[in-house]
């Protein structure tokens, strides 16, 4: 209980007996009566996404052993139903609905396809009244999937990440910039973002190219030689997955890192443990969170995750946003005083909690998380230099759920 009120700034929990942490059970999912409180894991714990999705849906698993030993949520113990949608967006809608209308689960936790999240926000959590927390970065704006009562985000929004990043890299390694992307959603709306915003063109600097391509490239060369030949002092890659791994490596092969400086929102702690050393050093990321961050918080954090989970997943700012996803709403549910989805959904803007990347809130306007900014550089051990912290940033986008 005592971690737990450190945690949770504005609830207080009560005390509970009974651990339980399943894989699928029974009971009503707004039942007061009900012994446990049901909530749905929904990850890409396989299939293309998994290098993100399985450190997520631990991260998941983790925040609900904590609460649960620290007593639960309104006396009660949470009830985990995990499901993997194996990065498929068909499958992530049956997994989905099954969560909301068989479980009756109190809300939906995971994601990081934009295409997923979509169909997933529209079919399912819109249409049922089932909330759901999306802890992964995004590219934000008014449409349905981003902005809905029950779709609430804890990742970072165009406005919050890469706003201050690209003129920071133009301002400090390069005028000429080189976009390479995936033809995925948050991929073309963040390019979008960065042109309509002039971010590179303000800034004094040059977007000397573009390369928007499908999944499963393996082989980059005739991408990288473009690169090449566009003089360009900084390679920004919008790759997920795998391919984000094959990029780089060929991008070294091919000996660009000698001129160019290599920097992407995607290049967190997903991808540096899968590069050796030489490969890591010099990369550049802004996030709202880094395993580096030295507050008591995040040590606890990182030191209760290593224990469980071992020391070779890198634990990014996604997973890190599914853990505070967890407490987020456990918060919300012990303001609100009962099992009740819409009570949950009335009290969490109004609730503040201390995750390892500093005290998080939702927005009452947007339903979107205000979070720290940070821009840092991997060193050879595969932490990140934190350069730049540019402190809390509210959440901007065309969604105000106050006129709905």
């Not at 919008?238 to 929102?265: C, H, W």
């Not at 700012?317 to 549910?333: D, K, Q």
Request: aromatic share 10%.
């Amino acid at each position: 209980m005592k971690r737990m009120k450190t945690r949770i700034l504005a609830a207080t929990l009560a005390a509970a007996t009974l651990v339980t942490l399943t894989a699928g059970c029974s009971g009503g999912g707004g039942d007061d009566s009900a012994e446990t409180i049901k909530i749905g894991s929904l990850n890409h714990v396989t299939g293309v996404g998994a290098p993100w999705g399985d450190p997520m849906q631990k991260a998941i698993e983790l925040a609900v052993e904590e609460i649960n030993a620290d007593g639960g949520v309104l006396g009660k113990q949470i009830e985990l139903i995990v499901e993997d949608d194996n990065t498929d967006t068909d499958m992530a809608l049956q997994k989905a609905k099954k969560l909301a209308l068989e479980d009756e689960v109190q809300a939906i936790f995971g994601g990081v396809w934009s295409s997923i999240r979509a169909a997933v926000v529209t079919n399912v959590a819109d249409k049922y009244k089932v909330p759901y927390f999306y802890p992964t970065y995004n590219e934000g704006g008014g449409s349905l999937a981003n902005c809905s009562r029950y779709y609430i985000c804890t990742g970072m929004i165009p406005n919050q990440q890469i706003e201050e990043f690209i003129p920071y890299l133009i301002e400090n390694y390069g005028k000429k910039i080189y976009l390479v992307g995936i033809d995925e959603v948050f991929i073309t709306e963040s390019w979008k973002y960065i042109e309509e915003n002039k971010l590179v063109e303000k800034a004094g600097g040059e977007i000397v190219g573009k390369d928007l391509t499908s999944w499963e490239v393996g082989d980059w060369s005739s991408c990288l030689q473009r690169i090449k030949e566009s003089g360009a002092d900084i390679v920004y890659p919008y790759i997920g997955g795998s391919e984000m791994i094959n990029f780089v490596k060929q991008f070294y092969d091919f000996g660009l890192n000698e001129t160019m400086t290599l920097a992407s929102v995607y290049l967190d702690e997903t991808f540096v443990p899968d590069f050796p050393a030489d490969l890591r050093e010099g990369i550049l990321c802004s996030a709202s969170y880094f395993q580096s961050i030295d507050t008591p918080r995040n040590k606890e954090f990182i030191e209760a995750f290593q224990a469980k989970y071992g020391t070779d997943i890198g634990i990014s700012n996604a997973v890190e946003g599914a853990y505070t996803s967890v407490y987020l709403w456990a918060a919300a549910v012990e303001k609100a005083g009962k099992v009740d989805r819409e009570a949950m959904l009335d009290a969490l803007p109004t609730v503040t909690v201390d995750a390892p990347s500093g005290e998080i809130r939702i927005s009452e306007v947007n339903n979107h998380a205000v979070l720290h900014s940070y821009i840092a550089e991997c060193q050879a051990d595969g932490q990140f230099k934190v350069l730049v912290d540019l402190g809390e940033i509210e959440p901007i986008s065309a969604c105000d759920l106050r006129k709905k």
